[in-house]
């Protein structure tokens, strides 16, 4: 089987206005020939904007979170087709701040990957233990166990990427040890080949959770890691792009 193509996936969360399109668009000039993909996943607010502004280039665009329905009464929230619709490629789901703060279960992750599908969007689907799961040895086992019931059998054939986020190491400038990072990815790659045969080879496996310019090159060497889902290193151009070079 082919190796994964690497991705490296910013993700804006709640950051960014208007005037944030001209750090797009400088992040899209200074892309150059990155051997892997590159997107940026902005606020639902602003993927109209910034599609139409860096146009049909090697920047793809994503979203943060979608609807396990494509339409109806549910205030505030986006779906996947209208994600589609605005010009999003891909769309980052099951991530721990959905997970812990909205109380998101791997079925309902599930739902929304089906969802993503359904409209034509790549997921990103985020898996990723606790502090306190870490240090009671349970790590592989949650992890493993999100991998399994967030990831539907209809990603079969289909092109998506697993984000490993250690929930502890999002936003505090901790991250784990290279042989930690290896073991779990590892583990969620014998775990996408379990469920998906020979198709489980296909899909990079990336790494989130304080990804900088002066960690991303030993990260992105590590074993099984096949890209990056960037936090706040990814609103800034010189830093995103060094973090893209890094591959």
């Known amino acids: 089987m082919t190796?994964?193509?690497?991705?490296?996936?910013?993700?804006?969360?709640?950051?960014?206005?208007?005037?944030?399109?001209?750090?797009?668009?400088?992040?899209?000039?200074?892309?150059?020939?990155?051997?892997?993909?590159?997107?940026?996943c902005p606020p639902s607010?602003?993927?109209?904007?910034?599609?139409?502004?860096?146009?049909?280039?090697?920047?793809?665009?994503?979203?943060?979170d979608a609807h396990w329905d494509d339409a109806g009464a549910f205030t505030g929230d986006v779906s996947a087709e209208m994600l589609a619709d605005a010009g999003a490629q891909l769309v980052i789901l099951g991530h721990s701040e959905r997970r812990e703060g909205y109380r998101e279960t791997d079925e309902i992750v599930a739902r929304k990957v089906q969802a993503a599908l359904r409209a034509g969007l790549e997921p990103i689907v985020c898996v990723g233990e606790t502090l306190e799961q870490r240090k009671a040895g349970q790590a592989l086992e949650v992890v493993t166990g999100q991998v399994r019931g967030s990831l539907p059998r209809e990603l079969e054939g289909r092109a998506f990427s697993v984000a490993y986020e250690p929930v502890w190491a999002i936003g505090t400038g901790l991250t784990p040890t290279t042989p930690e990072i290896e073991e779990v990815h590892r583990?969620?790659?014998?775990?996408?080949?379990?469920?998906?045969?020979?198709?489980?080879?296909?899909?990079?496996?990336?790494?989130?959770?304080?990804?900088?310019?002066?960690?991303?090159?030993?990260i992105l060497q590590a074993d099984e890691v096949g890209g990056a889902l960037v936090g706040g290193a990814s609103l800034k151009a010189s830093d995103f792009l060094a973090i893209v070079q890094a591959l």
């Open 187 to 218: 583990a969620i790659r014998a775990t996408l080949v379990e469920i998906f045969g020979p198709a489980g080879v296909g899909a990079p496996v990336l790494y989130g959770g304080s990804v900088k310019p002066n960690n991303a090159a030993e």
């Open 45 to 64: 607010i602003l993927i109209h904007r910034m599609a139409q502004a860096l146009g049909a280039g090697q920047v793809l665009i994503g979203g943060q």
């Open 3 to 40: 190796a994964p193509q690497p991705l490296i996936a910013g993700n804006w969360k709640m950051n960014g206005t208007s005037a944030s399109i001209e750090e797009a668009r400088a992040i899209a000039a200074g892309v150059g020939q990155c051997r892997g993909r590159v997107a940026i």
